[in-house]
T-cell receptor, first 115, second 112 residues
């Protein structure tokens, strides 16, 4: 399909392991966003890319979280030394152009469980 | 800072009846407001947005939302609810080009 895809859909990690979550945005979309959604809560902003440039990473909760989008399309969110509090659904969204009126389209998310 | 509030954790309505899911916002500057719906184990799906213009915004699946500047509200409405509308609904406000602030969500239960 033509939507945003994310992989894996589910990930179980032991505390202390590193994980990598992948996002494939809609083709041609310039903007890419990562969100963290805790159980029973709304999504919370993590970071934003415009093409390959990471313009805002103010929402990343610690230096264990790292995101990249080296070629301006696929993005990877990496979490090092996972902790139980990292358990959440990680959502990726993309939009066609940067702008306050543009609509974000979301992927299905990756549910991360840290044991 | 921008924020939205969804005062109801859950809304129950009978199929065929009108539904309203409430949202209030706090912004500095022009409000850019959105509604999304989330079905179990799926990502958020865009329903509608208010940027400027008519206060009544029409969106997907028969939903509409009414923007009220004096009450700083953006309530989601539908004239006749369907059982298939049962889901989690999120209101959001956009801050600049790169951030959305989401409400905590309202679970809509439509009973046959």
């Amino acid at each position: 399909g033509a939507g945003v895809s994310q992989s894996p859909r589910y990930k179980v990690a032991k505390r202390g392991q590193d994980v990598a979550l992948r996002c494939d945005p809609i083709s041609g979309h310039v903007s890419l966003f990562w969100y963290q959604q805790a159980l029973g809560q709304g999504p919370e902003f993590l970071t934003y890319f415009q093409n390959e440039a990471q313009l805002d990473k103010s929402g990343l909760p610690s230096d264990r979280f790292f995101a990249e989008r080296p070629e301006g399309s696929v993005s990877t969110l990496k979490i090092q030394r996972t902790q139980q509090e990292d358990s959440a659904v990680y959502l990726c969204a993309s939009s066609l152009v940067p702008g306050t009126t543009d609509t974000q389209y979301f992927g299905p998310g990756t549910r991360l469980t840290v044991l | 800072a921008q924020s939205v509030a969804q005062p109801e954790d859950q809304v129950n309505v009978a199929e065929g009846n009108p539904l309203t899911v409430k949202c209030t916002y706090s912004v500095s500057g022009n409000p850019y407001l959105f509604w999304y719906v989330q079905y179990p184990n799926r990502g958020l799906q865009f329903l509608l947005k208010y940027i400027t213009g008519d206060n009544l915004v029409k969106g997907s699946y028969g939903f509409e939302a009414e923007f009220n500047k004096s009450q700083t509200s953006f309530h989601l409405k539908k004239p006749s609810a369907l059982v298939s509308d049962s889901a989690l609904y999120f209101c959001a406000v956009r801050d600049g080009i790169n951030k959305f602030y989401f409400g905590s969500g309202t679970k809509l239960n439509v009973k046959p």
